[in-house]
């Protein structure tokens, strides 16, 4: 198989997973001639809305079946969520070509791995221990300090899966509630401010980065992404891409994938995990940037040249979660109103809290701005005139 070899707009490629990344992902190759196929276990998921086709995981013991069809009707598949099977790409593997493949994905979907391997290759890490009992978590403490935080070694997301620990008291209720038998501890970082950094490279070895993002959590869910970051972050950029290249070309990646930074107290950067894919705080390259990040995805995936991409406006983007739905649909003319947003709802029928159910983004004449704008915008989506 030719893996130098580029593939062409009119050819079919694959996503695994049909949440938002795979439907703009989806629309990003379709503008580029490209036919899209997404595997779920949901027909009505998201990416299945807009992809050419879907094949769904129906019921358990299909799943061979299922992906051997994907991977024949496909040039190349991609990731758009970590938390599926490395046994399901392997098997894709066998028919065509995964980019990032399976030894990367298995990399970053195990916390302890990952960080085990970026510590042993050199690259910046949160401080860390392996776990598997509490007497573990006891021993970690003598090199972590209080408090740490506790983390189960696989299938964790958005604050899921993890519990901050701060004294002995508590190490053996919340290994309980953790409900795993593997897990990491890590030293709680005290920080200036989270980044990441979106980087992509292709099977020819080309690499490009987007700027530094800057990303504001709440309850440990993506609230607020500026770009460009802060000054005062700016200046890490340059070591941050460093990084993301170095990381690219040591696990020899090919495809679009995300390093998430703490900047610490003291300045130094540290990563916090890798995500396979695009990201939550890459949204706003849909409008703010020459190239979005899932265009960049395809040009990867497909062995194109990618485009540096050159930031057309500051800008900022807010996640939209279901608790925005608790007071009936949001006014969705207010921000349509606004000539400053760009909306984006991901076609998911039910609101929950937590849940993402699209994003806005804001350019303006400073990143500052733009967040003040998307803040201000968000918050007037919440119905307020609702009668009984």
Not at 215 to 241: G, K, Q, Y
Not at 343 to 355: E, I, P, Q, V
Request: a negative charge.
């Amino acid at each position: 198989m030719d893996h130098s070899g580029i593939i062409l707009p009119g050819s079919w490629l694959g996503v695994f997973g049909g949440g938002q990344l795979g439907r703009m992902f989806a629309h990003a190759a379709q503008r580029l001639g490209y036919h899209v196929a997404i595997v779920d276990q949901d027909a009505q998921c998201p990416a299945a809305q807009v992809a050419d086709r879907a094949f769904v995981i129906a019921q358990a013991g299909n799943e061979a079946e299922v992906i051997a069809q994907l991977a024949r009707a496909c040039s190349a598949i991609t990731l758009e969520f970590e938390n599926v099977s490395a046994a399901w790409l392997r098997q894709a593997e066998e028919f065509t070509l995964v980019r990032p493949g399976a030894n990367f994905l298995e990399l970053c979907q195990d916390r302890l791995r990952e960080k085990s391997s970026l510590s042993s290759a050199g690259f910046p890490t949160t401080p860390f221990a392996s776990v598997v009992c509490p007497d573990d978590i006891r021993d970690a403490v003598q090199s972590l300090g209080w408090p740490l935080v506790l983390k189960t070694a696989s299938s964790g997301y958005d604050g899921k899966g993890q519990i901050v620990v701060r004294n002995q008291a508590e190490i053996d209720s919340a290994w309980k509630n953790l409900g795993t038998d593997r897990a990491i501890a890590e030293k709680m970082i005290h920080f200036q401010a989270e980044v990441s950094l979106i980087c992509a490279r292709n099977a020819r070895g080309q690499m490009i980065a987007y700027p530094l993002l800057e990303n504001e959590h709440a309850h440990h869910i993506l609230d607020v992404t500026r770009c460009p970051a802060r000054p005062e972050f700016v200046r890490v950029e340059t070591e941050a891409r460093e990084i993301a290249f170095g990381i690219a070309s040591h696990f020899e990646v090919q495809g679009l994938f995300c390093v998430e930074f703490f900047v610490a107290t003291n300045g130094k950067l540290l990563i916090n995990e890798i995500a396979p894919r695009p990201h939550n705080s890459g949204h706003l390259t849909i409008e703010a940037f020459s190239c979005s990040q899932f265009e960049q995805q395809v040009r990867a995936v497909c062995n194109l040249p990618l485009q540096i991409p050159n930031q057309i406006a500051p800008a900022a983007m807010a996640n939209l979660l279901g608790d925005l739905w608790a007071s009936g649909p949001p006014a969705w003319e207010r921000v349509l109103a606004s000539r400053d947003a760009r909306l984006h709802l991901y076609g998911k029928a039910t609101a929950r809290n937590g849940r993402k159910m699209g994003h806005l983004t804001c350019l303006a004449e400073s990143s500052d701005r733009a967040a003040e704008i998307a803040r201000s915008l968000r918050g007037d989506l919440v119905r307020r005139d609702i009668r009984s």
